[in-house]
């Protein structure tokens, strides 16, 4: 693991001196090189060497993320070319350098082990997203980085607190997953409950869930849409699967039960912002963002209500990594046409670009959860067992705020597509060759909709399995 | 010893919220610091030399010599002395804040706990409700980042509590403070006020719905 992340890392850092456009997609080809291998390598079910086995650990969460990970980072780095065509060689050249090093970033806080761990390399993320973000060097990119370092910076300090906590009610020598889970029963329950709760809102910043999602929103916003796309995924994702492992960590506890209705509000309030902010923004990345919100609030729901709910919540995840990142490749291509993400000002786009705006609807379908979409199949079992649980006011408030959903969705990404241009906008020419890798993402997610390979399943049962 | 330096910490968290000029703001900041590297070098005696003096350089070169200075060179360069704009009066500030030592110290009484050091835990409880305080009540972005490094510190005094048996937390902490003199204080410095001005949070209003 050491020597994939030194071995990543450098090969990243290499494109700051890069002098040519070539020579940073030479370098790109060279990272993902690496990035297949170490993918081959876990699949294979390759040992973490001896060195780094203290530190991290090739789990089935932090394997499959992985693979998706490679999977939509390799997609952000191709639709960049394009995305990052007027831009200089200095921006193209840090933002490819910030781009490889986010999914580094990210790959060490998804096989991270060790509380700690899996906090540095969530800071590392702040680090590398805060470049991102500030590509373009606009007033407005520098208030959106602005607020995500200052507001991440609070989050991982509030969550390096809990972390303290953990460690001081466990009396754990290591901060390895495991040890702190072996001995948390025996830990103060009100320490536990206090550590749950700081690191939590800590990394809500990370989730983009209640109560620090504003600066995912805001990232989202002001960052290329290519690198949007990783952020709204494998970043969301690392903290998701952060939140999962501590979860996991108190499953034994006494104090599981009060974690779990902690999961079931925040993930109700992330429901319902994300539903009313949906109709309220002006702009599709922010659009896309709040569905993010949403979409982790249900996956929220998912381990707050247990028991085949955190499969759900898993398989939810995996999924929306799929089809949000194939809407915010798409929406690349429309920014491409149009210059712009403005709601009200956009539509007629069926008529540029027929494949981009069908991979635009059938997202929006699939994102909806309506069958054969996978995400029907998540919704549909934490549903289920909401019922199961008697919970109906819980049932009430989600198929409201889901009816709300879907019809913000649809009234906005119908508007795009249909709706004539509402001025002077001259539309240029769209790349079809990115609107039908977009829509290859899409395909994928839909096929795991209509069949969950026994290996799939099998991998979401480990990860799930308390 | 060390009970009086915490204590003399407490103050200078009370202090804070009532002062309204930002060079009190850098100052405290500095003698927080000063504070802390104190505190670190009675606490953390047993642990390995080498680690103590890593953590004792660290401490004070950052928190107490470069952290303020960085904080005066921002006064100086955007020219801005005092808190113009307050959510709320200084006794309302001051009572908030008294509110919050008292919320930090029922909940330390509360949990009364063997396992942790109390002290160390209710400062560190009114350290992030302090630094909170000031992100909410004041306006301009400079009371927000001495918020954000007042939660900070307040982090690190909790670190050096339980670093004795575990060092290694008190590494991670140091990075936190990395990340915040390099990142925070250097975005502050060189980029805002060229683009945003630095004189008022209002000016962070523009990427909303």
Same mark, same amino acid.
């Given at each position: 693991?050491?020597?994939?992340?030194?071995?990543?890392?450098?090969?990243?850092?290499?494109?700051?001196?890069?002098?040519?456009?070539?020579?940073?997609?030479?370098?790109?080809?060279?990272?993902?090189?690496?990035?297949?291998?170490?993918?081959?390598?876990?699949?294979?079910?390759?040992?973490?060497?001896?060195?780094?086995?203290?530190?991290?650990?090739?789990?089935?969460?932090?394997?499959?993320?992985?693979?998706?990970?490679?999977?939509?980072?390799?997609?952000?780095?191709?639709?960049?070319?394009?995305?990052?065509?007027?831009?200089?060689?200095?921006?193209?050249?840090?933002?490819?350098?910030?781009?490889?090093?986010?999914?580094?970033?990210?790959?060490?806080?998804?096989?991270?082990?060790?509380?700690?761990?899996?906090?540095?390399?969530?800071?590392?993320?702040?680090?590398?997203?805060?470049?991102?973000?500030?590509?373009?060097?606009?007033?407005?990119?520098?208030?959106?980085?602005?607020?995500?370092?200052?507001?991440?910076?609070?989050?991982?300090?509030?969550?390096?607190?809990?972390?303290?906590?953990?460690?001081?009610?466990?009396?754990?020598?290591?901060?390895?997953?495991?040890?702190?889970?072996?001995?948390?029963?025996?830990?103060?329950?009100?320490?536990?409950?206090?550590?749950?709760?700081?690191?939590?809102?800590?990394?809500?910043?990370?989730?983009?869930?209640?109560?620090?999602?504003?600066?995912?929103?805001?990232?989202?916003? *002001?960052?290329?849409?290519?690198?949007?796309?990783?952020?709204?995924?494998?970043?969301?994702?690392?903290?998701?699967?952060?939140?999962?492992?501590?979860?996991?960590?108190?499953?034994?506890?006494?104090?599981?039960?009060?974690?779990?209705?902690?999961?079931?509000?925040?993930?109700?309030?992330?429901?319902?912002?994300?539903?009313?902010?949906?109709?309220?923004?002006?702009?599709?990345?922010?659009?896309?963002?709040?569905?993010?919100?949403?979409?982790?609030?249900?996956?929220?729901?998912?381990?707050?209500?247990?028991?085949?709910?955190?499969?759900?919540?898993?398989?939810?995840?995996?999924?929306?990594?799929?089809?949000?990142?194939?809407?915010?490749?798409?929406?690349?291509?429309?920014?491409?046409?149009?210059?712009?993400?403005?709601?009200?000002?956009?539509?007629?786009?069926?008529?540029?670009?027929?494949?981009?705006?069908?991979?635009?609807?059938?997202?929006?379908?699939?994102?909806?959860?309506?069958?054969?979409?996978?995400?029907?199949?998540?919704?549909?079992?934490?549903?289920?067992?909401?019922?199961?649980?008697?919970?109906?006011?819980?049932? *009430?408030?989600?198929?409201?705020?889901?009816?709300?959903?879907?019809?913000?969705?649809?009234?906005?990404?119908?508007?795009?597509?249909?709706?004539?241009?509402?001025?002077?906008?001259?539309?240029?020419?769209?790349?079809?060759?990115?609107?039908?890798?977009?829509?290859?993402?899409?395909?994928?997610?839909?096929?795991?909709?209509?069949?969950?390979?026994?290996?799939?399943?099998?991998?979401?049962?480990?990860?799930?399995?308390? | 010893?060390?009970?009086? @330096?915490?204590?003399?910490?407490?103050?200078?968290?009370?202090?804070?919220?009532?002062?309204?000029?930002?060079?009190?703001?850098?100052?405290?900041?500095? @003698?927080?610091?000063?504070?802390?590297?104190?505190?670190?070098? @009675?606490?953390?005696?047993?642990?390995?030399?080498?680690?103590?003096?890593?953590?004792?350089?660290?401490?004070?070169?950052?928190?107490?010599?470069?952290?303020?200075? @960085?904080?005066?060179?921002?006064?100086?360069?955007?020219?801005?002395?005092?808190?113009?704009?307050?959510?709320?009066?200084?006794?309302?500030?001051?009572?908030?804040?008294?509110?919050?030592?008292?919320?930090?110290?029922?909940?330390?009484?509360?949990?009364?706990?063997?396992?942790?050091?109390?002290?160390?835990?209710?400062?560190?409880?009114?350290?992030?409700?302090?630094?909170?305080?000031? #992100?909410?009540?004041?306006?301009?972005?400079?009371?927000?980042?001495?918020?954000?490094?007042?939660?900070?510190?307040?982090?690190?005094?909790?670190?050096?509590?339980?670093?004795?048996?575990?060092?290694?937390? #008190?590494?991670?902490? #140091?990075?936190?403070?990395?990340?915040?003199?390099?990142?925070?204080?250097?975005?502050?410095?060189?980029? #805002?006020?060229?683009?945003?001005?630095?004189?008022?949070?209002?000016?962070?209003?523009?990427?909303?719905?």
């Amino acid at each position: 693991m050491l020597y994939y992340l030194l071995l990543a890392t450098a090969v990243a850092s290499a494109v700051f001196a890069a002098r040519s456009r070539r020579q940073i997609f030479i370098a790109g080809v060279l990272f993902y090189l690496v990035q297949a291998l170490f993918a081959a390598h876990v699949l294979c079910g390759g040992a973490c060497d001896p060195l780094s086995a203290q530190w991290f650990a090739f789990d089935a969460s932090a394997i499959l993320f992985y693979v998706l990970l490679c999977i939509v980072s390799c997609y952000a780095f191709v639709h960049s070319e394009a995305y990052l065509a007027d831009c200089d060689l200095g921006q193209v050249r840090t933002y490819s350098a910030l781009l490889m090093l986010l999914t580094t970033a990210i790959a060490g806080a998804y096989f991270a082990d060790n509380l700690a761990v899996t906090w540095i390399f969530l800071e590392a993320t702040t680090l590398c997203s805060a470049g991102i973000v500030y590509h373009r060097r606009t007033a407005a990119t520098l208030e959106a980085a602005w607020k995500y370092v200052f507001v991440c910076s609070t989050g991982i300090a509030m969550a390096y607190l809990g972390i303290l906590l953990l460690a001081a009610a466990t009396k754990c020598e290591s901060l390895a997953y495991a040890d702190v889970a072996a001995a948390a029963p025996a830990g103060s329950p009100l320490y536990l409950k206090t550590a749950f709760l700081l690191i939590l809102c800590g990394y809500s910043c990370k989730v983009e869930l209640f109560p620090l999602y504003t600066v995912g929103v805001d990232a989202n916003f *002001a960052a290329p849409s290519p690198a949007s796309a990783l952020i709204s995924t494998g970043l969301v994702n690392a903290g998701f699967l952060a939140v999962l492992r501590v979860y996991k960590t108190l499953a034994q506890t006494d104090v599981f039960p009060w974690v779990r209705a902690v999961l079931l509000l925040v993930g109700v309030l992330s429901l319902v912002i994300g539903a009313l902010f949906l109709r309220r923004t002006n702009n599709y990345k922010r659009f896309l963002s709040y569905s993010t919100v949403e979409n982790m609030g249900i996956a929220a729901i998912g381990l707050g209500i247990g028991g085949a709910g955190v499969w759900a919540a898993v398989f939810h995840v995996v999924c929306h990594t799929l089809v949000k990142s194939s809407l915010f490749f798409q929406m690349a291509v429309v920014r491409q046409v149009y210059n712009g993400y403005r709601i009200n000002r956009l539509g007629d786009y069926i008529r540029i670009n027929r494949i981009g705006a069908i991979g635009l609807l059938a997202g929006m379908v699939t994102l909806l959860a309506f069958p054969p979409s996978p995400l029907f199949v998540s919704e549909l079992m934490i549903l289920r067992e909401v019922i199961a649980v008697h919970k109906w006011w819980l049932v *009430a408030v989600m198929t409201l705020l889901l009816c709300i959903v879907i019809y913000s969705f649809c009234s906005r990404m119908i508007r795009l597509c249909y709706q004539p241009n509402q001025d002077e906008l001259h539309p240029s020419k769209a790349d079809r060759a990115l609107s039908w890798s977009a829509l290859s993402l899409l395909i994928a997610a839909l096929v795991l909709g209509m069949w969950q390979p026994d290996f799939l399943c099998r991998i979401i049962d480990q990860i799930a399995a308390l | 010893m060390i009970l009086p @330096l915490v204590i003399l910490y407490t103050v200078t968290l009370v202090y804070l919220s009532i002062t309204e000029r930002f060079r009190n703001f850098a100052s405290i900041m500095g @003698l927080q610091g000063w504070l802390l590297f104190a505190v670190a070098v @009675l606490r953390l005696h047993a642990v390995d030399p080498a680690e103590l003096t890593f953590v004792a350089i660290e401490t004070l070169l950052f928190k107490g010599i470069l952290v303020p200075a @960085l904080l005066f060179a921002v006064i100086r360069r955007t020219k801005i002395n005092r808190v113009r704009t307050s959510g709320s009066s200084q006794a309302g500030s001051l009572l908030l804040s008294l509110l919050a030592l008292v919320v930090s110290a029922s909940v330390t009484y509360y949990i009364a706990d063997a396992t942790v050091d109390l002290v160390f835990f209710g400062v560190a409880l009114y350290a992030l409700l302090s630094g909170l305080i000031l #992100i909410v009540m004041r306006r301009r972005i400079f009371s927000h980042m001495v918020g954000f490094l007042t939660i900070e510190n307040g982090v690190f005094l909790f670190s050096t509590a339980i670093g004795v048996e575990m060092p290694l937390l #008190i590494n991670f902490a #140091i990075l936190l403070d990395i990340l915040i003199s390099v990142l925070m204080l250097g975005i502050f410095f060189t980029k #805002i006020d060229g683009k945003i001005h630095a004189d008022d949070a209002d000016a962070l209003t523009n990427v909303k719905d």
